[in-house]
């Protein structure tokens, strides 16, 4: 009773006013709950009365401001969508009803009008107009009839099955059928792009997946899932209709103009820009230089991870593109070694030839300087004046814009002098070339073979 009551009072809070659903409440003994509806919208007569029927039993109510809580009124109040009207066809029976008009319109033409007795007229031999059997039952009427053969028509002898059936006299049909649902944008982003960012903005990561693996050969793509879902929705707009109603997606496209035609498709907008790869660029040489190494590492794995789904217009955009892999895979690298050599403490071989790599990483000129301090102080606490000697020539060379950088590496160079010797042995040469990678330091110009250079790989 109480599903029932309830399933009344919300479908009808429209229409009735507060003292009828009071009064509804009341009828079906739900006394407490009319209590706190006329008590609550100010009905004090109503309240009084169910007060003094409910006697002890009154439910207690919050002193708060209520209001009465009515749903959203529409705005448009419409019929169905629009359906379209299906016509028959000639072999529908579409053309059946056009001959039956025809023969309807000659039989009201022939049984009405001013035709047949309505004119009384009397020929000369005194018969009516009418009475035209009189004359056909004589002989000169027969005679007459003789000379003149008249339309011979016959009478055909068909079938009842042959009977043409007789349509509708409505001849456009009343058959619907709904409307078909087009194919969305983004169908037509996938089989115009073989780009994995406008398969990803189309919301299509499998197939976005498969490009990167055959395209650059990515394996691993966790790292990838958000910038995956950031460019899915950054494609994507979202417009509110009605309270009830769902939200309507629509597809943002780049390039778009007024002028544009609404026929003509493009591809999808993307979030990740090449400006935006070089604003980031900016700020992890920032970090870095603050010496916030883990920061401007971010910065820069975050760049070598849009890269990827990055989309670019020219040729000169694209050797910029390869011009900024270079340079963040070299910081990627360096900044990495420099945070593993602070965590080794207690291990100073380790720390010194950490430091000692770093130098050889293709860096900014401000960057490099801090680097080559770090592995010539390293070298020179650990009394490894032959290596220190290395780092410190290449640091004047810098031209250090402070004092004491500069005269920090010609003091080490005067202990060098003295003491050209290595107190503890490292796995670092720099007398021989080498090429440093995340796993390993490839030393080149050991031997040559017909297929190429033969390397001595050392683990980092």
Same mark, same amino acid.
């Given at each position: 009773?109480g599903?029932?009551?309830a399933?009344?009072?919300?479908n009808?809070?429209?229409?009735l006013?507060?003292?009828e659903?009071?009064?509804i ?11 706190? #509806?006329a008590?609550l919208h100010g009905?004090q007569?109503a ?5 003094a ?8 109510? #919050? ?6 809580l009515?749903p959203?009124t529409?705005?448009?109040?419409g019929?169905?969508?629009p ?5 028959k066809?000639i072999?529908e029976?579409g ?5 039956k008009? #025809?023969a309807?319109?000659?039989?009201e033409?022939t049984?009405?009008g001013?035709?047949g ?9 005194g018969l009516?107009?009418?009475?035209v ?7 000169e009427g ?8 008249g339309?011979?028509v016959g009478v055909i002898?068909?079938?009842l099955?042959?009977?043409t059936?007789?349509a ?5 049909? $009343?058959v ?7 194919l969305p944008?983004s169908h037509?982003w996938?089989?115009?792009?073989s780009l994995?960012?406008?398969h990803a903005?189309a919301?299509?990561f ?5 490009l990167? $693996? ?6 691993n793509f $966790?790292p990838?899932?958000s910038?995956f879902l950031?460019l ?7 417009l509110r209709a009605f309270t $009830? ?10 390039g778009w103009?007024d002028l544009?035609?609404?026929n003509?498709?493009?591809?999808? #907008?993307l ?7 070089e604003?980031k660029?900016?700020l992890?040489?920032k970090a870095?230089t603050a010496?916030k ?10 760049i070598l991870?849009?890269?990827p789904?990055?989309?670019v217009?020219?040729r000169?955009?694209v050797?910029?593109?390869k011009?900024l892999i270079?340079?963040v895979?070299?910081?990627v690298?360096?900044?990495k070694?420099e945070l593993k050599?602070?965590e080794?403490?207690?291990d100073l071989?380790?720390?010194q030839?950490?430091a000692a790599?770093?130098t050889?990483?293709?860096?900014q000129?401000?960057?490099l300087?801090l680097?080559?301090l770090i592995a010539?102080?390293s070298?020179?606490?650990?009394k ?7 780092f410190a020539?290449r ?7 402070i004092?004491?950088?500069?005269k920090?590496a010609r ?7 003295k003491?050209?010797?290595d107190?503890s042995q490292?796995n670092?040469?720099?007398r ?7 796993a390993?330091t490839v ?12 390397a001595?790989?050392?683990?980092l």
């Amino acid at each position: 009773m109480g599903l029932f009551v309830a399933f009344i009072f919300t479908n009808l809070s429209h229409y009735l006013c507060l003292e009828e659903r009071v009064k509804i409440l009341e009828n079906v003994g739900h006394l407490p709950l009319a209590y706190a #509806a006329a008590k609550l919208h100010g009905l004090q007569d109503a309240a009084e009365r169910l007060a003094a029927e409910l006697g002890d039993d009154i439910p207690s109510l #919050a002193d708060k401001v209520s209001s009465l809580l009515m749903p959203p009124t529409p705005i448009i109040c419409g019929g169905d969508w629009p359906i379209l009207r299906v016509m028959k066809g000639i072999f529908e029976g579409g053309l059946d009803s056009i001959g039956k008009g #025809a023969a309807e319109e000659e039989e009201e033409a022939t049984n009405g009008g001013d035709w047949g007795e309505d004119l009384d007229m009397v020929d000369d031999d005194g018969l009516e107009n009418g009475d035209v059997s009189a004359i056909l039952e004589d002989g000169e009427g027969a005679e007459d009839s003789g000379e003149d053969e008249g339309w011979d028509v016959g009478v055909i002898d068909l079938p009842l099955e042959a009977d043409t059936p007789r349509a509708s006299i409505n001849a456009h049909s $009343s058959v619907f059928a709904p409307l078909t649902l087009g194919l969305p944008v983004s169908h037509s982003w996938i089989q115009r792009s073989s780009l994995a960012a406008e398969h990803a903005a189309a919301e299509n990561f499998d197939t976005a997946m498969r490009l990167l $693996s055959r395209q650059l050969g990515i394996r691993n793509f $966790s790292p990838l899932k958000s910038m995956f879902l950031d460019l899915h929705t950054g494609s994507q707009t979202y417009l509110r209709a009605f309270t $009830s109603a769902p939200v309507i997606s629509l597809a943002v496209e780049r390039g778009w103009n007024d002028l544009a035609s609404p026929n003509v498709r493009t591809l999808p #907008a993307l979030v990740s820009r090449f400006s935006q790869l070089e604003e980031k660029l900016k700020l992890g040489y920032k970090a870095t230089t603050a010496g916030k190494l883990t920061e401007g590492l971010r910065f820069f794995i975050s760049i070598l991870h849009t890269i990827p789904l990055i989309v670019v217009e020219s040729r000169r955009e694209v050797d910029e593109v390869k011009e900024l892999i270079i340079i963040v895979k070299e910081y990627v690298l360096g900044l990495k070694m420099e945070l593993k050599r602070r965590e080794l403490k207690d291990d100073l071989v380790r720390q010194q030839e950490l430091a000692a790599y770093f130098t050889h990483c293709n860096l900014q000129m401000h960057h490099l300087r801090l680097a080559l301090l770090i592995a010539m102080s390293s070298c020179a606490k650990a009394k490894n004046f032959a290596t220190a000697a290395n780092f410190a020539p290449r640091l004047i060379e810098t031209n250090p814009t402070i004092e004491s950088q500069a005269k920090t590496a010609r003091q080490v160079l005067q202990a060098a002098e003295k003491n050209m010797t290595d107190a503890s042995q490292i796995n670092y040469d720099f007398r021989n070339p080498f090429v440093t990678c995340g796993a390993l330091t490839v030393l080149r110009g050991l031997c040559h073979t017909r297929k190429g250079s033969c390397a001595l790989f050392v683990s980092l």
